[in-house]
């Protein structure tokens, strides 16, 4: 059992950068990948990043390539993502979850655990 609850999450103007954490419980967090996820108003959720279990490789949806990293610290329990050049079409309420597979996983349906998520403003 995971439970994930993130933080970091705010108001921020267009350009700008925010960073997000998910912190997990359970002495398992090393074992699992992680993913973030974002979904704004009337839209569906939709993949932003994913990193293995021992961080050695992450993947990234088209849209925030080369502006979001993604890491962790399996020592801290913890997952981060940092998000710089902030645009508008960021906005979302964005979610951590926790996966017990391995490789790139990118659908939602695999993984097991989700936080409540932490919403994200970001102003033109």
């Known amino acids: 059992q995971v439970q994930l609850v993130e933080s970091g999450g705010g108001l921020v103007q267009a350009g700008g950068s925010l960073r997000l954490s998910c912190a997990a419980s359970?002495?398992?967090?090393?074992?699992?990948?992680m993913g973030w996820f974002r979904q704004a108003p009337g839209k569906e959720r939709e993949f932003v990043a994913h990193?293995?279990?021992?961080?050695?490789?992450?993947y990234y949806a088209d849209s925030v390539k080369g502006r979001f990293t993604i890491s962790r610290d399996n020592a801290k329990n913890t997952v981060y993502l940092q998000m710089n050049s902030l645009k508008p079409e960021d906005t979302a309420v964005y979610y951590c979850?926790?996966?017990?597979?391995?490789?790139?996983?990118?659908?939602?349906?695999?993984?097991?655990?989700w936080g409540q998520g932490t919403q994200v403003l970001v102003s033109s």
């Open positions: 979850a926790a996966s017990p597979k391995v490789g790139v996983i990118i659908a939602g349906r695999e993984y097991n655990y």
């Open positions: 359970g002495h398992t967090f090393r074992w699992y990948a």
């Open positions: 990193i293995t279990w021992g961080g050695d490789s992450t």
